[in-house]
């Protein structure tokens, strides 16, 4: 079965509150089986244009990752992160 991926691309606009969201998100999102694979780090767009900060989260499944993300504790969170933070957040089918 593919895993599947969160993936977000991030800039913060409210460090010191986002960081409210980082500690937070975290055990959630590893209870949900989560595994951070690419968390913020050097990173470079050589085509486009993008946000700041980028993360990858592997799941087991898809639908594991879709069910991560509408987990309501999650979205609970997810709220900090929309208020102190631009974002963009894609969910994906692995191969």
Do not use: C, W
Request: charged content about 25%.
């Amino acid at each position: 079965m593919p895993k599947g991926y969160i993936i977000g691309h991030i800039t913060v606009s409210d460090p010191e509150a986002y960081q409210e969201y980082v500690e937070r998100d975290t055990p959630i999102l590893q209870g949900l089986g989560g595994r951070f694979i690419v968390r913020g780090g050097a990173s470079e767009t050589p085509e486009g244009e993008t946000l700041n900060r980028h993360i990858v989260v592997e799941f087991p499944s898809y639908a594991a990752a879709k069910a991560a993300y509408n987990d309501p504790d999650y979205q609970n969170v997810a709220d900090i992160r929309r208020r102190t933070a631009d974002s963009v957040i894609i969910l994906v089918e692995g191969t």
